[in-house]
């Protein structure tokens, strides 16, 4: 498989998932993917819901992941060496997406995208590095830091783009009302809009939003987001690492700064969000991190070597792993109960 048909072909296939969430998603249905029974209470049970939100959130992680494989699989890094690196960098992102959501909308049963990315981006020269110097050795490999944090970056703006399916979902991450817009936003955004269905989604219980048409901000980030990671993937089958780093690091975290000003939902107090903050820091930082790592030798890619990878059980179990554990951790709901009762079909016995 050459780089110009991966591309292509991944493309499609990204296309066809966010053409689907965009248009089925806002729909009432597509909150509450199913109802467990936990606790009865006379003829009924209180139930614990599972959400597309979970889904939707572990599909966006194992995406990344496998995009992390094939790319490092594509300059020979080893698989063992790149599971350790993801394994790592999820250890500190995944609590941290509700640990900074704490800290900055003072929601303890809230995740947010922007802080887990921002303790990535921290993180990411540093556990490279760690590798290197730990799994190295016994590996008898040094991983590229210029080629892997192109890597990362490219398999975080796939994973987020993505990713923003299940804020639809969820009706989370909502855009301005086009009735307060700009004239300009109300005209481009008229027939491209979200209109929200559902009491129990965040767009109505916290922004009191349900049936109004709203900026799609998040179809917005998802285009912008797979469209960055798909141009970076190209400058990086092609041996052009730092270009790959930079461009997809600025854009990503460059339109999140942007980004919020269409948003409605709470983003912490003041003008400029903790999150915008966040985003501006993560471009400097990144990019200053950058210069001080040695860069490493990196091989040219042979994409059919990183898709094979894909083809062992072992980074497929991994995969699954990773899913399960993710839609555990977000697919069951806090904010949101049910009450379910069953009866026999007397028709049919």
Known sequence: MTAKYFILLLGILAAVYLVWGFRVLPRERWQILAAVPVLKDGSQWAGINLTWYGLLTANAYAAAVAVLFVLLGSINVPLSATAAASVVMLLFCVPASSLVARIVEKKAHTFTVGGAVFVGVLLAPWIIKLINLTLGPALSVSIPSTAALAAFSIAYAFGEGFGRLACISFGCCYGKPLADSPPWARRLFADLCFVFFGKTRKIAYAGHLEGEKVIPIQALTAIVYVGTALFSTALFLHSRYTEAYILSLAITQGWRV???????????????????IMGLVSIIYGVFTMTLLQAGHAPLPDIGSG???????????????LWFAIFLHTGKSSVTGSTLSFHVHEDKI
């Open 258 to 276: 942007f980004s919020e000003t269409m948003r409605a939902d709470f983003r912490g107090n003041g003008r400029f969000t903790a999150y915008q």
């Open 307 to 321: 898709v094979f990878i894909l083809w062992h059980p072992a980074p497929l179990l991994f995969l699954q792993l």
